[in-house]
């Protein structure tokens, strides 16, 4: 997934593994899983993952439909 070219990089908004897995009601490694799985866009700062809030809007948008 790539990031909006329309958005300017300070308007987005960065959300850590741990907030994506609350959001998500998921643990962290499922988070973690659909990172390294390339299921789930998301930037490494040093030895953490931040995850754009509208990949994680985009990926449950994308699961609903498919699911349902």
Same mark, same amino acid.
Do not use: D, Q, Y
């Given at each position: =997934?790539?990031?909006?070219?329309?958005?300017?990089? !300070?308007?987005?908004?960065?959300?850590?593994?741990?907030?994506?897995?609350?959001? =998500?009601?998921? !643990?962290? =490694?499922?988070?973690y899983r659909l990172v390294h799985a390339n299921e789930l866009a998301s930037v490494r700062v040093g030895r953490s993952f931040r995850v754009p809030e509208h990949a994680v809007h985009t990926y449950l948008r994308g699961a609903f439909t498919e699911a349902g």
């Open positions: =997934m790539t990031a909006p070219t329309s958005n300017k990089l !300070s308007e987005i908004k960065f959300l850590t593994v741990a907030e994506v897995a609350a959001v =998500m009601r998921v !643990s962290r =490694m499922t988070v």
